[in-house]
């Protein structure tokens, strides 16, 4: 059976559960409850819990959501429908009531601002708001949907809204169009919306499973998850690249590739001369990585660009080295670039001790012992 495209989604009956999406797509119980215990593990859950976010999931009735698209290049939403399908995270994607989407959705004209108003009206106080891409204030004209500006929408909009999310580095940051000198007046969604939650979940574009694990920590506990002080979800956001990198111990023992072609670079080791900003980035690509867990930039023989923090359009080359001690982690990385093997020791015992502590405080998930269950 060939997958649904997400516009098919959209139009699917309501009473489709996730069970039976599961079913369809031919994906184990094992591999869907594979994917409950890497919700768990991120969430800090016991093992316990992965049956109860299983059975959450799968009976969770439809949430409405409404996606609103303002300054983007509509590489967010590339990035979610590009990702492998059938996939779990994509039937997460259906499990919500995808209400209005400018790309997505098979209505158009008065049609499709019909379908949005309605949404609103039957799903007061409930609906999900999605919004990727900045607003201009800069002038009206700048960027409008059906001649509503974007900031007027988004304000129509978010009123009756549970929360907004705010999907990618424009939406969550300004991200490029409000790179200097900003010629639209671009602001960030959280600039505008102050009465109700804002989840930023940066990225250029985000990671696909990052957005859906936010959905579906909201189809499980009807709550967002725990953010952090740029209101990311700390889940996916806790830990920089570089806490993560598989380059690490590289790194670790001063061990840099000094050009693209040079014996460093055929040898793997870290990208840091080359520009690379993982010390100073946060983003789950070093764990979860892309393409359903392939790869990622780092591993394909690229720095990191930074492109989950804010401005970061506008912090230099992305292939100038980290230079500059500002927090402390970056005064790690500046030590080890100058001293190479002993700050990089030192950081490295640090960051062995905080995933031990961590790795101590979660309960271990065996996927085999959940299968055994109905
Ligand atoms: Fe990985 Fe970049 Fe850190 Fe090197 S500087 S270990 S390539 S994240
Ligand atoms: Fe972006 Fe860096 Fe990940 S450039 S895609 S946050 S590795």
Request: hydrophobic share 40%; aromatic share 8%.
């Amino acid at each position: 059976m060939s997958p649904l495209g997400l516009e098919e989604k959209m139009n699917r009956p309501a009473d489709n559960t996730l069970r039976i999406a599961l079913s369809d797509a031919g994906i184990s119980r094992r591999d869907f409850l594979g994917f409950c215990a890497t919700l768990a593990a991120a969430y800090a859950l016991p093992a316990s819990s992965v049956i109860v976010i299983a059975a959450a999931l799968e009976n969770a009735s439809r949430t409405s959501v409404i996606w609103l698209s303002f300054q983007e290049c509509t590489g967010c939403t590339e990035s979610l429908t590009r990702s492998h399908t059938p996939t779990i995270e994509g039937l997460i994607l259906e499990q919500v009531s995808l209400d209005y989407h400018h790309t997505l959705q098979a209505a158009s004209g008065e049609a499709a601002e019909r379908a949005r108003e309605e949404s609103m009206r039957a799903n007061a106080g409930k609906y999900l708001l999605v919004v990727d891409g900045s607003v201009p204030l800069g002038n009206p004209g700048y960027s409008t949907i059906a001649g509503v500006s974007n900031f007027d929408m988004l304000m129509e909009t978010a009123k009756g809204a549970a929360a907004v999310i705010a999907v990618g580095t424009c939406a969550a940051y300004g991200g490029l169009p409000a790179a200097q000198p900003n010629p639209t007046g671009a602001v960030p969604v959280s600039q505008l919306i102050k009465d109700k939650p804002v989840i930023n979940v940066p990225g250029c574009p985000p990671i696909p499973v990052v957005i859906t694990g936010v959905l579906a920590h909201f189809l499980t506990f009807g709550t967002l998850p725990e953010l952090d002080g740029r209101g990311r979800p700390t889940i996916f956001y806790g830990e920089s690249i570089h806490d993560r990198c598989y380059r690490r111990p590289s790194y670790d023992q001063g061990k840099f590739a000094e050009s693209f072609d040079d014996e460093g670079a055929r040898k793997g080791w870290c990208l840091f001369k080359l520009g690379c900003k993982g010390p100073v980035t946060h983003n789950a690509c070093a764990t979860t990585k892309w393409n359903n867990g392939v790869s990622f930039p780092i591993q394909s023989g690229h720095g990191c660009l930074g492109c989950a923090e804010p401005d970061f359009w506008d912090m230099g080359s992305f292939y100038k080295a980290l230079s500059m001690p500002a927090t402390p982690v970056r005064k790690a990385v500046a030590g080890a670039a100058a001293a190479g093997v002993g700050a990089g020791v030192a950081v490295a015992f640090a960051n062995r001790a905080k995933k031990a502590a961590a790795k101590a405080a979660h309960e271990t998930v065996k996927v085999e012992d959940l299968t055994k269950k109905p």
